[in-house]
């Protein structure tokens, strides 16, 4: 079963502070995308990464895929109270596409 | 209306009972899929249909549950004699193509006591 291990699970800062959310794997993912997902919300795409080694960035948020394409992060440059949520990686692999695996998420909490 | 619709919003049933999910999709996106969310866990899968047809029905956790999209648009998920472990919010969503990106419904919160 391919898991897609996500850490920290909880996560509660101050405003303007830094934070990294790891997403990790033993499996090669040909794609691998990552969600916001706000309470009584279904999950919103946040980017989608295909390429190993590629970094995407949007706005304080920048998007690294790992070199093998098994592990990907999520840093946010001085959170905003507005970056609280649940945070999702989800995996697509070569052979089955079209289902996504997911992580189990991190819930993030940055207070005023 | 424009994105990915779930009715109803929340639904509380008594063990025992059958209970219908309802996904009204983007208009024109053939994937539709359905999943199931607990407190704190990621999405888990439960079926993929492209079109009419159900391309991938392997994350149904068994047969009391069955989902149907006759038309190729609505999708309905059935659950039969409902347990308390069925308790969760069930998503919906829909993307123009199979492995294109897919846009979540609200989702509906089923409560079973």
């Known amino acids: 079963t391919q898991l897609l291990e996500q850490s920290p699970q909880f996560l509660s800062i101050q405003e303007g502070e830094n934070l990294t959310v790891y997403c990790n794997s033993s499996s090669v993912f040909s794609s691998l995308q990552w969600y916001r997902q706000e309470p009584g919300e279904g999950p919103v795409l946040l980017v989608t990464v295909v390429t190993g080694g590629e970094v995407k960035k949007l706005k304080r948020l920048t998007f690294q895929f790992g070199d093998a394409r098994k592990d990907s992060s999520l840093h946010i440059t001085a959170a905003q109270p507005g970056d609280t949520g649940l945070y999702l990686c989800?995996?697509?692999?070569?052979?089955?596409?079209?289902?996504?695996?997911w992580g189990l998420g991190t819930s993030l909490a940055v207070n005023p | 209306g424009a994105g990915v619709s779930q009715t109803p919003s929340n639904k509380v049933t008594e063990k025992g009972k059958y209970v219908e999910l309802r996904c009204d999709p983007i208009?024109?996106?053939?994937?539709l899929y359905w999943y199931r969310q607990s407190l704190g866990q990621g999405p888990e899968f439960l079926i993929y249909?492209?079109?009419?047809?159900?391309?991938?029905d392997s994350g149904l956790p068994n047969d009391r549950f069955f989902a149907v999209r006759p038309e190729g648009s609505v999708s309905t998920l059935k659950i039969q004699r409902t347990e308390r472990g069925d308790s969760a919010v069930y998503l919906c969503?829909?993307?123009?193509?199979?492995?294109?990106?897919?846009?979540f419904g609200q989702g509906t919160r089923l409560t079973v006591v």
């Open positions: 969503a829909s993307s123009p193509q199979a492995n294109t990106e897919a846009f």
């Open positions: 989800a995996g697509r692999n070569a052979g089955n596409n079209r289902k996504l695996i």
């Open positions: 208009s024109g996106h053939t994937a």
């Open positions: 249909f492209q079109g009419t047809g159900a391309a991938d």
